[in-house]
């Protein structure tokens, strides 16, 4: 017994189906190719506010740029004041982290370690701008080797030659009006640094100059079969006519010598070593606001 199959009809398309069915098409192509954008909100970052206490000094900083995040996700490092789009909407974590030139080199911008991020919830509408202003200070375990700002004559950046800095209206002079050369240590010889555990360990200082300037680490080693006494000069500053601030780290140093102890060291000169721009009269290097700064156990 034979079956035959049966079929369904299906009415071939009217061109009218056809013509939707290509529009349909089209649309859908549209909506891939130029899917609709998101509208940012936007962030304008101030410059930090910072203050310190009593005991760590005058509130002198250089906070050149933020590294901003929302929400956790980095936006990146902006030079400040900045105005910062972002496509997260909505209450959001907003954290700002101070950023410093590392060494005085504008290209190694960092994160400060000594100074705390700062933090704020706001609400981010499309469109529209929040305007922030961070604050900082020191963190809480940051510890203080050394705080001199030349308000008496009783300044410790004297060590090995006590007449190298002068203090002339709560300034460190250092005058090489009759000299070539001058050097001289901190007073004071620290044995309490890391050497070992990348813990940061920065020297911080504002200064003008029309000299080179030289800033580094005596090594000590009071060890009777291998004494060692040895300098390093890490940062040449080259001459400016303003009042600057540098953030030097130390922690590379450190690490690498393991002495017992350190003092800081300097050393001015009128021979020009590559900066180009030395004063040939009035030759001197005015220091100010000086910190070494190690982190807590």
């Known amino acids: 017994m034979s079956h035959k199959n049966k079929g369904t ?37 101030e410059s930090f506010e910072f203050s310190t206490s009593p005991e760590q000094g005058v509130n002198s900083s250089q906070i050149t740029d933020a590294w901003v995040f929302v929400e956790g996700v980095s936006m990146g490092i902006f030079e400040l004041p900045a105005t910062v ?24 911008p960092i994160i400060y370690p000594f100074y705390d ?3 704020i919830d706001v609400e981010l509408t499309a469109e529209q701008t929040i305007t922030i202003q961070p604050t900082t200070k020191y963190t809480d375990d940051a510890v203080f080797e050394l705080v001199e700002s ?6 410790r950046l004297n060590g090995g ?9 709560g300034v460190g ?19 309490d640094l890391p050497t070992s555990g990348g813990f940061p360990v920065f020297l911080e200082f504002d200064y003008q100059t029309n000299v080179e300037f030289e800033v580094g680490l005596l090594g000590r080693d009071p060890n009777p079969v291998n004494p060692v006494n040895a300098t390093i000069y890490k940062v040449i500053l080259c001459p400016i006519d303003r009042w600057n601030k540098v953030y030097i780290n130390f922690q590379p140093e450190l690490e690498a010598s393991q002495l017992l102890g350190y003092r800081l060291a300097f050393r001015a ?19 100010d606001n000086v910190k070494f700064i190690r982190r807590g156990n």
């Open 150 to 155: 030349f308000n008496s004559s009783n300044q």
């Open 161 to 169: 030659n006590p007449d190298a800095v002068e203090v002339e209206e």
């Open 117 to 119: 991020r700062y933090e």
């Open 173 to 191: 002079v250092v005058d090489l009006s009759d000299k070539e050369l001058v050097e001289f240590t901190s007073s004071a010889t620290f044995i």
């Open 269 to 287: 000169s009128t021979t020009d070593t590559g900066c180009g721009n030395v004063a040939t009269a009035n030759q001197k290097v005015l220091i």
């Open 85 to 108: 789009p972002t496509l997260t909407l909505g209450n959001s974590k907003i954290t700002v982290f101070p950023v410093i030139r590392e060494n005085g080199v504008r290209s190694t």
């Open 9 to 45: 009809l299906v009415s071939a398309p009217t061109s009218c189906q056809l013509l939707l069915l290509a529009i349909i098409t089209l649309w859908s192509a549209c909506d891939l190719i130029n899917p609709e954008e998101s509208l940012p909100a936007y962030l304008t970052i």
